[in-house]
């Protein structure tokens, strides 16, 4: 069974910057999109960025447009999200997802789940 692990979150102050990184086990990784969700409390799970099986194609909600970066090495099993600018409202735990599809879209078809890595951005 595939698993993701993330790693890189941590409490960083509003402008600063972190990266995120999931590692995938498995044979499969390179076929199928990821993406990077998050989750703060009380809000339900939204999804931040994705990206494509080839890393060609790539989405991200409005709200972080511009300030973060989602990539993918597909030798290493990896898949990354880099994070600047970050705003008091990008604290959520965030979480790496497997699509069931090499490509982003249906953005909803997400259905492997890491455990999260929580980020805290303080004011």
């Known amino acids: 069974q595939e698993l993701l692990v993330e790693s890189g979150g941590g409490l960083v102050q509003a402008g600063g910057s972190l990266s995120l990184s999931c590692a995938a086990s498995?044979?499969?990784?390179?076929?199928?999109?990821m993406g990077w969700f998050r989750q703060a409390p009380g809000k339900e799970r939204e999804l931040v960025a994705a990206i494509s099986w080839s890393g060609i194609d790539t989405y991200y909600t409005d709200s972080v447009k511009g300030r973060f970066t989602i990539s993918r090495d597909n030798a290493k099993n990896t898949v990354s999200l880099e994070m600047n600018s970050l705003k008091p409202e990008d604290t959520a735990v965030y979480y790496c997802?497997?699509?069931?599809?090499?490509?982003?879209?249906?953005?909803?078809?997400?259905?492997?789940w890491g455990q999260g890595t929580q980020v805290t951005v303080s004011s």
């Open positions: 498995g044979r499969t990784f390179s076929s199928y999109a």
């Open positions: 997802a497997r699509h069931l599809l090499g490509a982003i879209y249906p953005l909803d078809d997400f259905y492997i």
